[in-house]
């Protein structure tokens, strides 16, 4: 019988963001990675892995992967929360490259094999204006990419307004510029208008509201944007606000993705059981690993949602592997967001996902495919970097009310 012998988490990219789970088994040379990155948490998460889950690992059969997932997932009795599910995870998708390995195969043909040749991407388009904006949709057009997300600017761009330009209070803190819903529900469907008259329908395109917006705006958004046929509007709304999707649905056929910040199945079972979104984008790591992931897979399929994995900018490789062969296997994948690294970061993951021309292709080694190299990983983490509090943006109304972020 295989068994767990070592459970520790590498901290590692410069600002310390990634934190990798290694496994190590009583099989010499036998070990699996896994993503318990968090991007503002990563010293919780750590913790996490090494104090409270590692010693109840030890000496468990690697190969029941389920019967682990279910027991961890309820150890701390309170359970759905982002920093426990993320450290599962790194514990999951670690268990799943040992079984690979074990096996001989890749994790996606544990799966169920590839239904498909690669996983095809979205990029991230943004640009201050218009006309900078279309250059560079054409440029990832020009590159490969089936689908671009298109911003003006940063998440809200298009809704700021200078603080001297507001109606502000005479007692107004200091800010710069300030978030108005009715200038952004302006700006944007006019951005659509601007890249449909130099486009055309053909490009697909896709718009993330980053859950700024009021309810009732994010109502209208969405039917304002309608003429402009979308391949889907991200979170339009925030976890807190899903309830809104049904009048959304009453009202236009603009396709809605959400999830990024989900962690709870009672987030996501009735947003697609009830057909209220099209594209499911909870991030692989924040619902505990593979395990959960492949069971929302499996529920998409039954309803006709797709998958549509987040892979924003602060992941790191092994969880972009996780989502890859996820994406490779599922027949209700949808689209993945593209992530890449620096030169330094693919160094120190020998075996990365390799993104080309739009499209990310897995290699057939067993497991994830991938692997850590310590030293090199070591020799990214800038300790000064690492030790700066990390905090999510803090956007503000005229009032100085803060935006969701
Ligand atoms: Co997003």
Redesign the pocket.
Known sequence: MTTITGVKCIRTRSNGTWGIVKITTNQPGLYGIGSASDHYHQRAVIEAVESMLAPKLIGRDVSRIEDIWQTFYTSGYWRNGAITNTALSGIDMALWDIKGKEAGMPVYQLLGGACRSAVPCYAHAGGGTPEALLEAIQGYLDEGFPVVRCQLGGYGGGGFIPSEDAPRPANAWPADKVFDDEAYIEAIPNMFEYLRSKLGFGPKLTH?V?EHLRPQSAVALSKRLEPYRLFFL??VLSPEQVQWYRLIREQCTTPQAMG?LFVNPHEWTPLITERLIDYV?VRVSKAGGITPCRKIASLCESFGINTAW?E?GDNDPVNQAAAVHLDMSSWSFGIQEENTFSEAEYAAFPGACELSEGHLYTNDRPGLGLDIDEDAAARLLNLEDAATPRYAAEDRRADGSIVRP
Do not use: K, L
Request: net charge negative.
């Open positions: 993330d980053h991200e979170d990024e984008r987040q924003g």
